[in-house]
């Protein structure tokens, strides 16, 4: 049971350039979130989606881009790369039942843009 | 606007000895709170939740609604605690995202 994969685990890109986060869960989750993380700082969220097609905006969402095609997959998009989104980016995923709060998480991938 | 607030970075403790990790919050609704904690090498992962006034791994948490607190405690700290501790706040009903606070070291020295 992998859980939470995120791929990849470290890259460094140019200022412009674009990529994509790729993350996928196989816990048949219908929550699904991405967050990132400045040194010092907590997790904070960017994107979040509640199920299959639906998406919404998080605390910091600009120069970011997702996409919910599917329960397993949650992409996020990065258009024209900016060395303020230097971070640590976590995707996590939550099970949609009454419990709250146990979001499960992925290994993270750190990103730099030079 | 939600809030969570850690005030240590850094909490270095002997082995044996009292462990308390701050949280306050900021929501003006009923919150649910939790302790997430991260060993090294290891994911994120949900230590406990407030609304199961459970105890894990010897660690117990309080929600003090009239100091608005979630401090984390554990009477004896052992070196296999040693990690980044997150207090986190889920106060926005229906997209169940979390709140994080920017977490605190905890070093438990032999």
């Known amino acids: 049971n992998a859980g939470v994969t995120q791929t990849p685990k470290f890259r460094i890109l140019k200022i412009g350039q674009s990529m994509t986060l790729q993350c996928t869960q196989d816990?048949?989750?219908?929550?699904m979130y991405w967050y990132r993380q400045d040194p010092g700082m907590g997790l904070k969220l960017i994107y979040y989606?509640?199920?299959?097609?639906?998406?919404d905006k998080g605390e910091v969402p600009n120069g970011y881009n997702v996409s919910r095609s599917t329960t397993e997959d949650f992409p996020l998009r990065l258009e024209l790369a900016a060395p303020s989104q230097t971070s640590v980016y976590f995707c996590?995923?939550?099970?949609?039942?009454?419990?709250?709060?146990?979001?499960?998480f992925g290994e993270g991938s750190r990103l730099t843009v030079l | 606007a939600q809030r969570v607030t850690q005030p240590e970075k850094l909490l270095s403790v002997f082995k044996g000895a009292p462990v308390e990790l701050k949280c306050n919050y900021s929501y003006s609704g009923s919150p649910e709170l939790f302790w997430y904690v991260q060993y090294s090498r290891q994911r994120l992962q949900l230590l406990l939740r407030h609304i199961s006034r459970e105890s894990i791994k010897g660690f117990t948490a309080d929600l003090n609604k009239g100091e608005t607190s979630f401090h984390l405690k554990k009477p004896f700290a052992q070196e296999e605690d040693s990690a980044m501790y997150y207090c986190?706040?889920?106060?926005?009903?229906?997209?169940?995202?979390?709140?994080f606070g920017s977490g605190t070291r905890l070093q438990v020295q032999p």
């Open positions: 996590a995923s939550s099970y949609s039942g009454q419990t709250t709060g146990e979001l499960f």
């Open positions: 989606s509640v199920g299959a097609g639906i998406t």
């Open positions: 986190a706040l889920s106060g926005v009903t229906g997209r169940r995202a979390l709140t």
């Open positions: 816990m048949n989750h219908n929550y």
